[in-house]
């Protein structure tokens, strides 16, 4: 497969989801804009709603991730490396505390960069600075997700 150029892949990332999530029959509503932190929005038959971010990657590493930000939210990595047309995508589930654990870990390795944690649970990179403002988020690797991998039942279980 071509590269996929950066909106499409986004867009195919959150369709992608919505797809995997329907032959699970749970529903998915996309939402649409660029200015967003929810791709989509799913929910049962009694009312449990959970908010989606789908983050799509062809390369290394999903770059610039801002996270998670609170326990009605989820965020689905859709990994489209080395994939051909006819190929399904690899997927990665992260709940609040997955993500919160990752962050715990980027701490971790790296100590001296003056690594900041802000109030929507988003890297702050105070000694990375670009035009007067410091870097937010961070790349991850399959390596730092590898035990999320097609976790679907998380879903569900959030739902319930």
């Known amino acids: 497969m071509g590269k996929i150029n950066r909106e499409m892949l986004g867009i195919a990332s959150e369709f992608a989801v919505a797809s995997e999530l329907g032959r699970r029959n749970i529903y998915a509503q996309p939402t649409f804009g660029h200015q967003k932190r929810t791709d989509l929005l799913i929910f049962d038959d009694t009312g449990n709603?959970?908010?989606?971010?789908?983050?799509?990657?062809?390369?290394?590493?999903?770059?610039?991730?801002?996270?998670?930000?609170?326990?009605?939210?989820?965020?689905?990595?859709?990994?489209?490396a080395d994939k051909d047309d006819m190929e399904r995508p690899d997927f990665y589930i992260l709940t609040l505390d997955d993500w919160l654990a990752f962050l715990d870990?980027?701490?971790?390795?790296?100590?001296?960069?003056?690594?900041?944690?802000?109030?929507?649970?988003?890297?702050?990179?105070?000694?990375?600075?670009?035009?007067?403002?410091?870097?937010?988020?961070?790349?991850?690797?399959?390596?730092?997700?590898?035990?999320?991998?097609?976790?679907?039942e998380t879903i569900r279980r959030l739902l319930k």
């Open 105 to 152: 870990g980027v701490l971790q390795r790296f100590p001296d960069k003056g690594i900041e944690i802000d109030a929507d649970n988003c890297p702050v990179w105070t000694k990375q600075v670009k035009d007067g403002k410091p870097y937010k988020g961070c790349g991850i690797t399959i390596k730092d997700v590898a035990q999320h991998k097609e976790k679907w």
């Open 49 to 80: 709603l959970l908010r989606v971010e789908a983050k799509g990657k062809q390369g290394t590493q999903w770059p610039n991730c801002k996270g998670i930000s609170d326990r009605n939210s989820i965020l689905v990595l859709v990994d489209y």
